[in-house]
């Protein structure tokens, strides 16, 4: 079993900054990827960043240029720093993690961008 704590969730203006992070304890072997997601209110779970074991990423269209995801392998953490919010960023965020034991959710934390 694996546990997924988020946390650095928040309530920000637009144009302000938030770092995420995602702390994995339990029966971890052989973590392979781990990433962010976002869920808006009313939409599909969707996406933002990910990043390998190799530290290779991938990011959401939309959050190109402005959030970064890394991760501290000796920690199990994965972190997402996020710049210049933007209200349309709004969401649930969500960490997953794909290892050798299987796929695991975090509970998520909400982020919340308004004026």
């Known amino acids: 079993q694996v546990q997924l704590v988020e946390s650095g969730g928040g309530l920000v203006q637009p144009g302000e900054s938030l770092r995420l992070s995602c702390a994995a304890s339990g029966s971890i072997f052989s973590i392979y990827t781990m990433a962010w997601y976002l869920q808006a209110p009313g939409k599909q779970r969707e996406v933002v960043a990910a990043?390998?074991?190799?530290?290779?990423?991938n990011y959401a269209e939309s959050v190109k240029g402005r959030f970064t995801i890394s991760r501290d392998s000796a920690k199990n953490t994965v972190y997402l720093q996020m710049n210049s919010l933007k209200p349309e960023d709004t969401a649930v965020y969500y960490c997953?993690?794909?290892?050798?034991?299987?796929?695991?959710w975090g509970r998520g934390t909400q982020v919340t961008v308004s004026p």
């Open positions: 997953n993690v794909l290892s050798s034991a299987g796929a695991y």
């Open positions: 990043i390998t074991w190799g530290r290779s990423t």
